[in-house]
T-cell receptor, first 114, second 117 residues
Framework: KNQVEQSPQSLIILEGKNCTLQ??????????LRWYKQDTGRGPVSLTI?????NTKSNGRYTATLDADTKQSSLHITASQLSDSASYIC?????????????FGTGTRLQVFP | DAGVIQSPRHEVTEMGQEVTLRCKPI?????LFWYRQTMMRGLELLIY????????DSGMPEDRFSAKMPNASFSTLKIQPSEPRDSAVYFC???????????????FGPGTRLTVL
């Protein structure tokens, strides 16, 4: 079982609409959780990072939330644009004393149509 | 800074051939990571280095894969012999911080798309 699971696998929305992507993880304890955006043919780029004590973090139209009790995170995209079409990957880092390895979800593929 | 540089961007080779992928990390970064990405499995960590020393290679699929980092500005991932199931996008990433530091963003290169026929 993957330690970081994302849903949905893919999502299609119309330009201007909002959407929410989900990430459930079992990594415990953890140092931080990041959301990455990966455009087609490019490497992933970090959108937000949250530590254990943070509940929400915004980056423009992107807002990430974290519930450490239920081990869930979400990424909310407001007023979607065509440029939001990409894969969004949830990444959890294990405890800082353990390893520098990151645990990646398999991503949600978002397509925004005009 | 130009970011993480990878070459080649695309590689097509025949089964059995040797493949060498190259990476130049961001100057000053002391961690370097090699990942493989496929549709089925997503991003998988193959190996990572700290100060040019391999720290964890448990993700390397088998002996056909090897990685080196002869200096702080260059790393290679070699597959010999290559097989069709090695077809994937291979990413190199680098970061500045390590254990004990919460903000450890990894900066990814553009990737090398490998096709083994």
């Amino acid at each position: 079982k993957n330690q970081v699971e994302q849903s949905p696998q893919s999502l299609i929305i119309l330009e201007g609409k909002n959407c929410t992507l989900q990430c459930n993880y079992t990594v415990s304890p953890f140092s931080n959780l990041r959301w990455y955006k990966q455009d087609t043919g490019r490497g992933p780029v970090s959108l937000t990072i949250m530590t254990f004590s943070e509940n929400t973090k915004s980056n423009g139209r992107y807002t990430a939330t974290l519930d450490a009790d239920t081990k869930q995170s979400s990424l909310h995209i407001t007023a979607s644009q065509l440029s939001d079409s990409a894969s969004y990957i949830c990444v959890v880092r294990g405890p800082s004393y353990n390893t520098d390895k990151l645990i990646f979800g398999t991503g949600t593929r978002l397509q925004v149509f005009p | 800074d130009a970011g993480v540089i990878q070459s080649p961007r695309h590689e097509v080779t025949e089964m059995g051939q040797e493949v060498t992928l190259r990476c130049k990390p961001i100057s000053g970064h002391d961690y370097l990571f090699w990942y493989r990405q496929t549709m089925m499995r997503g991003l998988e960590l193959l190996i990572y280095f700290n100060n040019n020393v391999p720290i964890d290679d448990s993700g390397m699929p088998e002996d056909r894969f090897s990685a080196k980092m002869p200096n702080a500005s260059f790393s290679t991932l070699k597959i010999q012999p290559s097989e069709p199931r090695d077809s994937a996008v291979y990413f190199c990433a680098s970061s500045l911080s390590g254990s004990g530091t919460p903000d450890n963003e990894q900066f990814f290169g553009p990737g090398t798309r490998l096709t083994v026929l």
